[in-house]
Each structure stands twice: as C-alpha cells, then as structure tokens.
C-alpha cells in the first residue's frame, strides 16, 4: 500500500435539490476524496484550510476513519469555506447561490513531512497556483491525479495548463474536455489533452459513467442506474476518491488496473448521491460496497455468441 495526499476544500455546503434543502452541513472535494479513499484502508493525508467555526466532531469523524489531518490548518479567527446551490429538477444542473472564500482565500497548502513521499496525490478542485505548490513540495510521487472544472479554464488558463503538464492523470467532465480543447469528439479531446502533458484521461459523464483514455487505448464504465437521486454534490469528487484511493491499496498504476479504480469510483459515487451531503459515505459498510460492486459487475457482462 502507497501513501496517499489528498489536497481540496474542507466546507460547509448548503444544497437545496427537488428533494428537500440542508442548513449548513459537511462537504468540500478533499471531505469526499478523503472519505472514498478511506473505503480501501489506505494511509491518507488532507490538505486544507478551515476557520474556527468548524467543529472538532467533524475532524475526529475524519480521524476516525483512518486520515491523517495534520495538514489540515485551522485559522482560529477565521471562517471555513462556504457554497451553496440549488438542484434543477434533472439534477444534472445547479445554480451557484453562494460562494464565501473565507480561510480559502489565503490558503498556502504544507504537506506533513512524512507524507512528502507519497506515491499517489490527489489535487482536488482548487486554485491552480495551491495545485502547484502542492507538487513542488513532493518527493517525485509515482501518480499525480488534477480535478478541475471550467471556473479555472475561465478564469486562471495559463496558470491551470502549467498544472496540467505536470500530471499524469486529469479528471474533468465531458463540458470541461470539449472547453479545455475545442473538440467535440470526446475521443478527440483526450487525445489534446494527452498532448498537454497526462498520460491519462478520465472524462466523466455524470449519470453516463466514465471514460478512461490512454494513448490509443480505452474504457467506459457505466454509472449505475439508480431509483433515486437524492444529492449529486460530491460525486465527482468521491468518483476520485475512490479511483485515487484504489490505486493507493493496489500500488498499480497500470491501465488495466486504472480500469478496475474507475469501476470502484463509480460504485462509491453511486453511494453519495443517495443521501445529502457526506451522510451516505460516513456510514457506508465494507458489505454494501461488495454488493454494489457485483451490481456493476452484473451490468456490463454479457455472452455473446457470433453467428
């Protein structure tokens, strides 16, 4: 098993969806990165920022899962990060409501020291400045995984493309790749944005599952046909969690490998959406995770016989 660092926003979210509305609850990409990746035991570290309105219960929940927090920094005088936004009826749209950088604003990511010689580091949804400074501060780590979205693609381009040089796999959404590179084809776009500088590509279709490029070749993995969607927020950053998170156990970071990280990403993004917020990931069972995983499993095998 390799060490895993894990960088992105520890918040308060406030989600209002057609299935009901939270006052101020736990969230932020590194909280589901960091609660994914706990499924496989793995030896993880986050790297944030919160305010001295955040509640100790939250970090001994994350302690208690085995996540190392001492490169979370608390700013006693400060305020912890904060979004809120309301769900369309499809679920798949959001309007931001509320953005408050707080403690964020002036945050200057440090690595613990004994986790500088992670193998695996996970660069959640930031600031692409914040992404940088975490690599600088690796001891050559043998996978670098970016998340970004298009706020950065607008807004910090230039800044966002010398990360995306220096990563071995980014992870966006079909929107993002078709933005990032002008292409439509999705195919296409993987293949500018292997030229970049990522030796992988992870394009994520939301509902439609995920697609893993590699040089010439590919992967689809389905999303899981679900009953009901109760809250997407976190999705994507769990589906990283738990990709990240399974290459960290496996300590393989092969293709074929990747394949199996993206199914076990799938399967604990499919757990998140079911409940708001972290609810559904704090209490998730090793039990549930294998059932849903021989789910996925029973979706995508087939015999067929060719006449």
């Not at 769900?87 to 986790?115: C, G, I, K, Q, W």
């Not at 697609?211 to 999303?223: I, K, Q, R, S, T």
Request: charged letters at 20%; hydrophobic letters at 40%; glycine letters at 8%.
């Amino acid at each position: 098993m390799s060490k895993l660092v894990i960088v992105g926003t520890v918040a308060f979210d406030a989600i209002e969806t057609p299935f009901g509305k939270t006052d101020k609850i736990l969230g932020g990409a590194a909280t589901f990165i960091g609660l994914a990746a706990s499924q496989f035991h793995v030896d993880g570290a986050i790297v944030s920022v919160v305010g001295g309105d955040f509640p100790q219960s939250y970090i001994d929940m994350l302690s208690s899962k085995g996540l190392d927090v001492s490169g979370l920094e608390i700013v006693p005088d400060g305020k912890t990060f904060f979004w809120s936004g309301k769900y369309h009826n499809d679920m798949n749209s959001r309007d931001t409501l509320v953005t408050e950088l707080n403690v964020l604003a002036d945050f200057n990511p440090v690595v613990p020291t004994e986790y500088k010689d992670a193998e695996v580091v996970m660069l959640g949804n930031l600031h692409p400045n914040v992404q940088l400074g975490v690599i600088e501060q690796m001891n050559d780590p043998k996978l670098v995984v970016l998340d970004t979205m298009n706020f950065w693609m607008e807004h910090t381009l230039q800044e966002l493309m010398q990360v995306i040089a220096k990563v071995d796999v980014i992870t966006i959404n079909d929107e993002e790749a078709r933005q990032l590179t002008g292409e439509y084809s999705l195919v296409n776009a993987a293949k500018r944005i292997h030229e970049m500088g990522p030796k992988y590509v992870v394009i994520k279709k939301g509902e439609h599952g995920a697609l893993l490029f590699h040089d010439d070749e590919m992967f689809y993995a389905p999303a899981l046909p679900l009953a009901e969607v109760f809250d997407p927020t976190g999705a994507g950053d769990t589906f990283a969690g738990g990709f990240t998170g399974y290459l960290s156990k496996t300590g393989d970071y092969s293709f074929e490998n990747m394949k199996t990280a993206i199914v076990n990403g799938s399967a604990l993004a499919s757990f998140c959406v079911e409940k708001f917020g972290t609810e559904r990931l704090v209490n998730l069972s090793r039990e549930e995770m294998y059932k849903r995983l021989q789910q996925f499993k029973n979706l995508t095998q087939f015999d067929i016989e060719l006449t």
